[in-house]
């Protein structure tokens, strides 16, 4: 499974950014991916959970309400809508894919497959 992450950049604080998470190279289509995040000297920490099968979602405190994930099933890709954009941001932002089921997930070791990472810098 390949999971190739665009869309990061630089903005402003408040502005937005949009992530894309585009699946290839599997089998079975993973049943839920994710979003994480990693600023430098951090660990990594989940965002955003989706469930590819139903489309329930789940999301980490600091982002409710903020920050909305999405798919387009058609095109095998998931979505990081990110609105309001604060400074503690910024981070490298990684898609990750597993087989969990519908339940939230927001461990990063429930996922087996991840991608390179996309770079968000708000200032």
């Known amino acids: 499974v390949q999971l190739v992450e665009s869309g990061g950049g630089s903005v402003q604080a408040g502005g937005s950014l949009r992530l894309s998470c585009a699946a290839s190279g599997y089998t079975f289509r993973p049943h839920n991916m994710g979003w994480f995040r990693q600023a430098p000297g951090k660990e990594r920490e989940a965002v955003a959970f989706i469930y590819t099968g139903g489309a329930g979602t789940c999301y980490a405190d600091s982002v409710k309400g903020r920050f909305t994930i999405s798919q387009d099933n058609a095109k095998n890709t998931v979505y990081l809508q990110m609105n309001s954009l604060k400074a503690e941001d910024t981070a490298m932002y990684y898609c990750?894919?597993?087989?969990?089921?519908?339940?939230?997930?927001?461990?990063?070791?429930?996922?087996?497959?991840w991608g390179q990472g996309t770079q968000v810098t708000v200032s």
């Open positions: 990750a894919g597993g087989y969990i089921g519908s339940r939230c997930d927001l461990a990063a070791t429930s996922y087996n497959y």
